[in-house]
């Protein structure tokens, strides 16, 4: 089956520090990732739309020039947290759509845990 | 706005009985909804998805329901067992509108 993986699993930085976050659809090609966020007992909330060569779509109230977010090939995609803060720290979540994305299922990776000291 | 959302926030159930996790949408042009389950630490993975021109849809050991006139989905676990302890989470195809989420908790 289709499978993201996403790097690193856990991170933790200092404050003031940026942090890129990998995404890789490793059996597929995917013109398209999302990025989600997530807070402990919360569901996910999509942040952005990764466009493979093409700038991203930012869901409103994200900060595109602090979630800085690229899609350079059509099997990665990182999200790059710029100058972090302590309130930054969340669970950070990236999927892909494996074909005919319209009508298929996401496949998720399993998440990157950040912590900003 | 589109919503997706849960009924209740946990459920408990014996080991070996049947689970129904409900989820209501507001979207009535909404034509793809898909079921999630989320482990601790980890991504959500797929469990079943079903199309708006279905009412119902059946895996392995997972049913799906969809009631189009309510805007109201379900999933069925069949025979719940400890590995079946999570997060559940619905989701419509747009831009995938999460819903909060149903932790199940399974009793031995």
């Known amino acids: 089956g289709a499978v993201v993986s996403q790097h690193p699993s856990r991170v933790i930085c200092k404050s003031g520090t940026s942090v890129k976050i990998e995404c890789r659809s490793l059996?597929?090609?995917?013109?398209?990732m999302f990025w989600y966020r997530q807070f402990p007992k919360q569901s996910l909330m999509l942040m952005a739309t990764?466009?493979?060569?093409?700038?991203?779509?930012?869901e409103q109230g994200v900060e595109k020039d602090k979630f800085l977010i690229n899609h350079a090939s059509l099997t990665l995609s990182t999200l790059t947290v710029t100058s972090a803060h302590p309130e930054d720290s969340s669970f950070y979540i990236c999927?892909?759509?494996?074909?005919?994305?319209?009508?298929?299922?996401?496949?998720f990776g399993n998440g990157t845990r950040l912590t900003v000291t | 706005g589109e919503s997706v959302g849960l009924h209740l926030p946990t459920l408990s159930v014996q080991e070996g009985d049947n689970s129904i996790i409900n989820c209501a949408y507001s979207?009535?042009?909404?034509?793809?909804f898909i079921w999630y389950k989320q482990e601790s630490g980890k991504g959500p993975q797929f469990i079943i998805d079903?199309?708006?021109?279905?009412d119902k849809r059946q895996g392995q050991r997972v049913t799906v329901l969809l009631n189009k006139t309510v805007k109201h989905l379900s999933l069925q676990i069949a025979a719940t067992q400890p590995g079946d302890s999570a997060v559940y989470f619905c989701?419509?195809?747009?831009?995938?509108?999460f819903g909060q989420g149903t932790e199940l908790s399974v009793k031995p």
């Open positions: 059996d597929f090609q995917a013109t398209t």
């Open positions: 990764s466009n493979e060569g093409s700038k991203a779509t930012y």
């Open positions: 979207n009535s042009a909404s034509d793809y």
């Open positions: 989701a419509e195809r747009g831009k995938l509108i």
């Open positions: 999927s892909a759509r494996s074909a005919g994305w319209y009508n298929s299922p996401l496949h």
């Open positions: 079903i199309r708006s021109n279905m």
